[in-house]
């Protein structure tokens, strides 16, 4: 069964940076969107953006302007590229790969602590 596994979270400073990446381990034919979704303590699960196979991107207003999703579809791996973080961006980020079949995979979740 394919799992995805995310790195690159850590701590920063305010106004820092962070690039987050997810990967599927083995190749994801079938698949239509990848996207990544933050849960902060107390909080609901909530969409940070997404990208589908030809390109199309959505973002919450939240990160609009400072975050950037990517994908390279061979290795079924979507990154986003984090700018001018906030507090507030604290939250454990998760990412998620839709199918045309339906079918959801997450992966384990990374933290990303912004705290001066």
């Known amino acids: 069964q394919v799992q995805l596994v995310e790195s690159g979270g850590g701590s920063v400073q305010p106004g820092g940076s962070l690039r987050l990446s997810c990967a599927a381990t083995?190749?994801?034919?079938?698949?239509?969107?990848m996207g990544w979704f933050r849960q902060a303590p107390g909080k609901q699960r909530d969409l940070v953006a997404t990208?589908?196979?030809?390109?199309?991107?959505m973002y919450s207003d939240l990160v609009k302007g400072r975050f950037t999703i990517t994908m390279d579809t061979a290795k079924s791996t979507v990154y986003l590229q984090m700018n001018s973080l906030k507090a507030e961006d604290t939250a454990v980020y998760y990412c998620?790969?839709?199918?045309?079949?339906?079918?959801?995979?997450w992966g384990q979740g990374t933290q990303v602590t912004v705290s001066s």
């Open positions: 998620k790969m839709t199918r045309y079949t339906g079918l959801d995979s």
């Open positions: 083995a190749y994801v034919s079938n698949f239509y969107t």
């Open positions: 990208i589908t196979k030809g390109g199309s991107t």
